[in-house]
């Protein structure tokens, strides 16, 4: 939907983007030339709430808004002071020592409010061009789109032994050919693709690449006669394809062969080797088991791991969505009894046991979303104010940020009383992303050289350093 933004709001940013580094210098904050950590986070864990978080509902609660904005739920304490979740989030309010929250992150305007912009907007840093407004979520993934942060970080991270460098789970949000944009390497190059595993709903402890599923008969020292077998039919599509999808095809292969033939990838892959305790800690379920499947692969090395939240499609008509976060009916009974319980689960879960590992602060943990969620209650869609849904909203939303050097009990930026619009301190998608970015240790003030393809690689966001 198309959000009115305030001319402040819009002026505001306007002045801020043209004026970024001399805000630095005035604040005492590091400035451009100075944003290279000394000591970068060794991974990081992107946890996306697919379909839109309603963030007035979960961290940037508004307990003295009218009813009609501020629902029906009550606010808690948290290890912060002064800072307060949802009632429905008691695990992770004990962990808000390690966290920071961001409020007032917005669009500015420039997205379209339609899932397929949100996405891009979010997982790339960049303003969504002028195709996502015209062909809405029909907006198909392109060559040249600006590339995926993690890609970004894996491409300029040195190569694992043995594991790819982007690592993506449980799905590829959505299904084709409605794939949204946003989530691959693009002009960055295929090679920088993540590799993905797909997990089951019905068996949460078993993910696979799809680029190569192998059967029981398979074993490792049969794999180089079926990789003949491949190489014969791939001859034959070249005849057919167009080279760059044959090349992507014959990429992606070669990542999988890779990671299926290393034994000492081989383990990280095993959830059986967690204590039972700990998996039920993390919940059972493909969500709880991707997070705990991140815990794992960054331990093993890998720079960057996406969980994309799976969405329960036996939600969809409860929830008039396709069974995630995009709550535009029954919003409350849809978060409390199924969203809510099941991050709050496995988030905390994870932030406690990367502590408890001594890998938090060599870890970023970064959860977003593609929007936030209209503050005022009733989406027409799904029976207005009596279909007690949330519409939409990409004027505000609030992330959530932990480890790789982050310090933790932080509040950051601030919405209106209402939670539409950001109050004073704006803060755009592009501004996250080089926050990631700094965290992770990349220079993204280097002049381009030929080996850093695209030139305006890490965008024009400002990173917020006065998180760490």
């Given amino acids: ?3 009115a933004y305030p001319s402040s709001l819009i002026n505001r940013r306007t002045f801020l983007t043209a004026s970024a580094a001399g805000v630095g210098v005035a604040a005492g904050l590091p400035t451009a030339s100075a944003n290279v950590r000394s000591s970068p986070a060794k991974s990081t864990i992107l946890f996306f709430l697919c379909g839109g978080a309603s963030h007035i509902d979960s961290w940037d609660m508004k307990p003295e808004a009218s009813v009609d904005y501020r629902g029906v739920f009550d606010p808690i304490p948290t290890t912060t002071p002064g800072l307060q979740l949802c009632e429905h989030l008691p695990l992770t309010a004990q962990q808000t020592q390690h966290m920071a929250v961001v409020h007032g992150v917005t669009d500015f305007g420039k997205a379209t409010g339609d899932h397929h912009a949100g996405y891009y907007y979010n997982l790339t840093g960049r303003v969504p061009d002028l195709t996502f407004r015209t062909q809405g979520n029909d907006r198909r993934p392109y060559v040249d789109d600006w590339p995926f942060m993690g890609s970004v970080v894996g491409s300029e991270r040195p190569p694992h032994p043995s594991l790819p460098q982007v690592i993506t789970l449980p799905h590829k949000p959505s299904k084709a050919p409605y794939t949204r944009p946003g989530q691959f390497a693009a002009r960055l190059g295929v090679e920088h693709d993540p590799l993905y595993l797909h997990g089951d709903p019905e068996k949460p402890m078993q993910f696979a690449a799809p680029s190569l599923v192998l059967d029981g008969a398979i074993t490792r020292s049969r794999l180089s006669d079926r990789r003949s077998l491949l190489a014969a039919m791939d001859d034959a599509k070249r005849k057919w394809e167009q080279q760059r999808a044959v090349s992507n095809h014959m990429k992606q292969q070669d990542k999988a062969f890779a990671l299926l033939t290393s ?3 081989t383990g990280a892959f095993n959830l059986e080797d967690e204590p039972l305790a700990l998996r039920e800690r993390y919940g059972n379920s493909i969500n709880g088991m991707s997070l705990l499947m991140a815990r794992r692969l960054v331990e093993a090395g890998v720079p960057f791991v996406t969980v994309f939240w799976k969405e329960d499609v036996s939600l969809n008509k409860k929830c008039s969505s396709a069974g995630g ?6 919003n409350f009974r849809c978060l409390k009894e199924n969203l809510l319980p099941e991050f709050d689960r496995g988030y905390s879960a994870l932030l406690e046991d990367l502590n408890d590992r001594g890998m938090l602060h060599d870890t ?7 929007m936030g ?5 009733g989406d027409r869609r799904s029976g207005g104010v009596d279909g007690a849904g949330r519409d939409h909203w990409t004027a505000c939303q609030s992330v959530l940020l932990a ?8 509040i950051v930026g601030e919405s209106d009383a209402r939670a539409e619009y950001p109050l004073n301190r704006p803060i755009a998608p592009g501004d996250i992303t080089k926050t990631v970015y700094y965290a992770m240790g990349l220079n993204t003030d280097r002049a381009p050289d030929a080996n850093s393809l695209p030139s305006d690689l890490f965008g024009t966001g400002t990173p917020l350093t006065e998180l760490f």
């Avoid at 976060?325 to 029954?330: K, R």
């Fill in 1 to 3: 939907m198309a959000t």
């Fill in 263 to 265: 034994a000492s990838a």
């Fill in 325 to 330: 976060w995009d709550t535009h009916g029954n």
């Fill in 364 to 370: 970023l943990v970064l959860v977003t979303s593609e």
């Fill in 373 to 377: 969620r209209r503050p005022r209650i």
């Fill in 403 to 410: 480890g790789g050097g982050i310090q933790g009990g932080q």
